[in-house]
């Protein structure tokens, strides 16, 4: 089988074919074959993630999932993407240029101009499809966003879906963002509600437990045949959901405002190594308040955005490395490729300069009221809204380049940490 030509053409006739059954010779059918010592992949990826969020990298938020990655691995500081989810997930899946794939923008305003209709070629295979027909199982659990709007229906055409695009098994939501108590997910096609009649159920842990659970069951069924596993959750995508322990953790660790928060991460930043020694910090945009001149009527509301993100940063965190850790208890962490991108982008700003209780409200250009925020603070983390935190929080964990996620001209839309590991080759 070729490696270099796929899909590789119908093979001719291999056997011999007589007057007689018995006399005839059928041929040997085998199904593709990875080659030997073929590591398994477990490709992660977060959203929405600023390049100084994480502890690893100066951040606030200790992440014992990617500090195992690291600690085994190597931490790169120079990844880039492109500024939005669709296309740096489209470049990342097929190895090409977001353009070339037609992921211009994201599928939601996807438009007929060449590059930006959001429908993938046929001619521009997935990785994943690349694996499957060299011999490995495939899975992605997660966020997808690469389907165009118009074909994201129990109806179909499946084949711009996961499965149609070289993912044996696809759990998770078609779109950009979702609640985390109350998800649109998709089994394979078929739409399920997997929250009913769960009152603690938070998409997160259930995709963990299912990217689990999958492995498990394909190294039971074939323990020889490598996997590819994308594991893409939607967090930390707004809407910051969180149980309330978590955001409990964070009390008080971020009084001190954005602007602090940001040169504490650079002077971590610089004692740990992840950005030269002589790096400036730079200065903040004239759009964003100073701390200093920020109401210090809606401070609470603010401190609060940031407590209840860091606490969902770090239970997604959490999460993952239960599905690292399964990798050791299957024994099979020693030959798995893990590469653990912390992010799609930079930090969002959509939450604009209040945050807001209901994070649509900066897609209807509605700006929120900073009053109805301070009513409604003990709602942050809840099913009753869709927080997300204020630009100045978003400026501060993209520490420190300029700006922040939907912004490709600079650093702080497009760069983003990232730890990759493989025990058996990387030492």
Partial sequence: MSRLDLPNAT?????????????STPEKLLAPKAPDDAPNILLIMLDDVGFGSFGNFGGPVT????????????????????????????ALLTGRNHHTVHMGGITEIANSFPGYDSAIPPESATVAQVLRMSGYSTA??????????????????????????????FYGIMGAESSQYEPPVYDQTTPVSP?????????????????????QRQKASSPNKPFFCYFSTP??????????EWIDKFKGKFDGGWDSLREEIYERQLKLGVIPKDTALTKR?????????YPERYRPV????????????????????????????LKIADNTLVIYITG????????TIHGAWSAPSFQNGVPEDPEWLLEHIEDFGTAKCENHFNVGWAWALDSPFQWMKQVASHFGGTRNAIAISWPKKIK
């Fill in 140 to 169: 992605c659990f997660g966020k997808w966003h690469l389907t165009p709007s118009w074909e994201q229906s129990p109806a179909g055409p499946f084949d711009r879906w996961p499965t149609g695009l070289g993912f044996d098994r």
């Fill in 302 to 329: 603010a401190r609060r955005l940031m407590e209840t993100f860091a606490g969902f940063l770090a239970h997604t965190d959490a999460q993952i490395k239960r599905v690292i850790d399964a990798l050791d208890d």
């Fill in 235 to 244: 967090a930390v995508h707004a809407p910051h959901h969180v149980p309330r």
């Fill in 285 to 293: 945009p004239e759009q964003i308040p100073a701390w200093d001149d």
């Fill in 344 to 351: 799609d982008n930079g930090a969002s700003a959509e939450g």
């Fill in 11 to 23: 093979p001719k006739f291999s056997g011999e074919i007589k007057k007689v059954i018995t006399d």
């Fill in 63 to 90: 992440t014992p999932g990617l500090d195992k990655i690291a600690k085994a691995g190597l931490r790169y500081n120079q990844f880039h993407t492109t500024a939005l989810c669709s296309p740096t997930r489209a």
């Fill in 195 to 215: 929250h009913v009649g769960k009152p603690d159920y938070h998409l997160t842990q259930d995709l963990a437990d299912q990217t689990i659970t999958w492995m």
